[in-house]
C-alpha cells in the first residue's frame, strides 16, 4: 500500500506541474518582445552586409591576383623581349665592325 500510495501521489504532482496558470502577456512583455525581434532583423540584415562585403572582398582579391599574374606575365615577355633586342643590336653592331675592318682593308 506504501507503494500506490507514493505513485498516486507522484501522480498527482505531475499532473499540478502541468496544469500552470498562464498569465496574459502584459504591455511591457509586448514591447520587450518587439524590441528583441526588431534587433535580430537588424542582426540579421547587418550580417547579411557583412557577407556580401566578404564575398566582393574575395572577388576584389582574385581579380587583383589575377591582374597582378598579367602583370607578372607581361613583365617576363617585356623582358624576353628586350633580350632579343639586345642580341639583334650586338649582331648589328658586329656586323658594322666587320664591314668597317673590310673597308679599312682596301
Do not use: F, H, Y
Request: hydrophobic share 40%; aromatic share 0%.
Amino acid at each position: 500500500m506504501n507503494n500506490t500510495m507514493i505513485a498516486g501521489t507522484i501522480l498527482a504532482l505531475a499532473m499540478l506541474g502541468g496544469c500552470q496558470k498562464t498569465e496574459p502577456v502584459g504591455p511591457a512583455q509586448k514591447a520587450g518582445a518587439a524590441i528583441d525581434d526588431a534587433g535580430a532583423k537588424v542582426a540579421d540584415k547587418l550580417q547579411e552586409g557583412v557577407d556580401k562585403a566578404d564575398e566582393a572582398a574575395k572577388r576584389l582579391a582574385d581579380k587583383a591576383k589575377a591582374t597582378g599574374d598579367q602583370i607578372d606575365q607581361a613583365a617576363q615577355d617585356a623582358s624576353k623581349g628586350i633580350d632579343k633586342a639586345q642580341e639583334n643590336v650586338g649582331k648589328k653592331v658586329e656586323e658594322a665592325g666587320e664591314k668597317i675592318q673590310e673597308a679599312a682593308k682596301k
